[in-house]
């Protein structure tokens, strides 16, 4: 199934957050270069990360237009968040959910619909976060952690 609408602007990176709050890799408790990092992503996402990345996710999600509809109004493509993962030196991300007080006050949603939105967002996720990996992240540069050798 095809998903076709115009691709909304990338989401913004809202800084620093908890890194527990993206998975389960314990990170040093010293962390530098967070905020170049988060600011490079933010980067490669405006330059074409995240058009290619959801060109690619638009081709093979189940998401109906009007469930994208719904994650338009409720802003949730915005609540996306990246970050350099650099235990495992890899993109991690968060995606983000609908509100609940959301499914209240909607008519047009169920818990289906929820959990339908849910999982079609953290595979958007994951493709932005492998296509950050693979086409964008250049792993001879010192802006992530690596050194030439």
Do not use: C
Request: hydrophobic share 35%; charged share 35%; glycine share 6%.
């Amino acid at each position: 199934m095809t998903l076709d609408v115009e691709i909304p602007d990338p989401p913004t990176l809202h800084g620093s957050r908890n890194v527990g709050d993206f998975d389960a890799v314990d990170e040093p408790d010293e962390r530098t270069g967070d905020t170049v990092r988060r600011e490079a992503l933010a980067d490669f996402l405006e330059a074409g990360a995240w058009e290619d990345a959801f060109d690619e996710w638009a081709k093979e999600t189940y998401m109906t237009e009007g469930e994208f509809r719904v994650v338009v109004e409720l802003g949730l493509i915005d609540e996306f968040d990246f970050y350099w993962n650099q235990s495992a030196e890899d993109v991690g991300y968060r995606a983000p959910t609908v509100p609940a007080d959301s499914v209240a006050a909607r008519d047009d949603l169920d818990e289906h619909d929820v959990e339908d939105i849910a999982e079609e967002l953290d595979s958007l996720g994951l493709i932005v976060s492998e296509v950050l990996e693979t086409d964008y992240i250049h792993r001879d540069g010192e802006e992530f952690g690596y050194t030439w050798e």
